[in-house]
């Protein structure tokens, strides 16, 4: 392999890696290069424009945008599972920008039902993670989910997509090594182990599990605290991975290699290409490029339900998504 076309290799490598920053289980490969599929569009009406108090904006062309989902399935090879970690990835080309939008998995909001049979049910206000669990297969959970969160987005494209499931967390933290982050919140005192809000502790593979998925079920919202927690990880995450991807991009490379069977993804090795060169370049702060859904924790009848902000949603669309007309 020439130097050229194994740099162009490391560099795909090294995209589908930082895609890590939508979710710590995200890692974009195309499993079968013949089967890249796109998203329907049905779901995508009248998106190219929007009028918001009395301004007319259009839609943001230049942005690529890539649901991520983290897979919470008890058997991965006998459950469909559902939505743990939901994400968007936000790719600017204008601006050279990334922005990642994360979504509380208790969000209410309308998604598609079906019966075992796979028939629709049509559309029904339930907890957005369910949308995954309705797919027959786990392509059909993303397209479940993209298309969920579009309506939920006022009806933003959402074409592509990729998971995996959040039982690789170990191997995706082996990646790294152990990690040093400081606690955000005390919702993990529960446990008895000491962790209280403002201290330095070094996640392993002994703790990470704990850490990043553990909520006290007695709680009400304990779901908001673990995002927290895991935004936390992330931010040291990223740190780490890119230093590595600097000073040992092969020996990085060769550790994800084991992760790629498991993806879940429609997005093509050219692609893949285009985005890496996006992500290795493109500005990122993660002090102001990560973005909550706005809402409102409330208590449901049986579980923990949040509550989207309809006026700070669309306020936040148009932030993300859009530019007005005259631009």
């Known amino acids: 392999m020439n130097k050229k076309k194994k740099h162009s290799r490391y560099l795909a490598y090294a995209g589908i890696v930082l895609l890590l920053i939508g979710i710590v289980a995200a890692i974009l490969f195309l499993k079968d290069p013949d089967q890249a599929t796109t998203v329907s569009d049905t779901t995508y009406t009248d998106y190219h424009t929007h009028t918001y108090e009395d301004v007319d904006y259009a839609y943001n062309s230049s942005i690529t945008t890539i649901l991520l989902l983290g897979i919470d399935s008890e058997d991965p090879d006998n459950e469909q599972g559902q939505a743990d970690v939901i994400s968007l990835l936000l790719l600017d080309r204008e601006n050279e920008q990334i922005e990642l939008l994360n979504i509380p998995r208790d969000t209410m ?39 969920a969160v579009s309506r939920l987005l006022y009806q933003v494209p959402i074409p592509k997509y990729a998971a995996i499931d959040l039982s690789r967390i170990d191997e995706m933290h082996a990646i790294v090594g152990d990690l040093e982050v400081v606690i955000p ?15 330095t502790i070094t996640l392993t593979e002994e703790n990470l599990e704990t850490y990043l998925r553990s909520r006290d079920t007695e709680e009400n919202f304990s779901n908001t605290d673990r995002m927290e927690r895991q935004e936390a990880y992330l931010k ?17 490379i060769r550790k994800v290699s084991t992760l790629l069977e498991d993806i879940t993804t ?29 809402g409102t924790d409330t208590v449901g009848e049986l579980h923990d339900e949040y509550e989207p902000d309809k006026a700070q949603v669309e306020e936040m669309v148009i932030e993300l998504f859009y530019r007005k007309e005259s631009e």
């Not at 949308?131 to 989910?145: F, I, K, L």
């Open 109 to 147: 909001t309308e998604i598609l039902l079906s019966d075992i049979q796979g028939n629709s049910l049509g559309w029904q206000r339930q907890h957005l993670n369910l949308a995954y669990a309705y797919g027959r297969t786990p392509e059909d959970g993303c397209m479940n989910t993209a298309q």
């Open 185 to 199: 919140n005390d919702s993990l005192s529960y446990l008895g182990r000491g962790w209280r809000e403002g201290q």
């Open 236 to 252: 040291a995450y990223i740190g780490r991975l890119k230093e590595l991807l600097e000073t040992d991009q092969e020996g990085t």
């Open 266 to 294: 429609n997005i093509s090795y050219s692609d893949v290409q285009v985005y890496s060169e996006m992500l290795l370049s493109y500005g990122y702060d993660p002090q102001t490029d990560i973005h909550l859904l706005p």
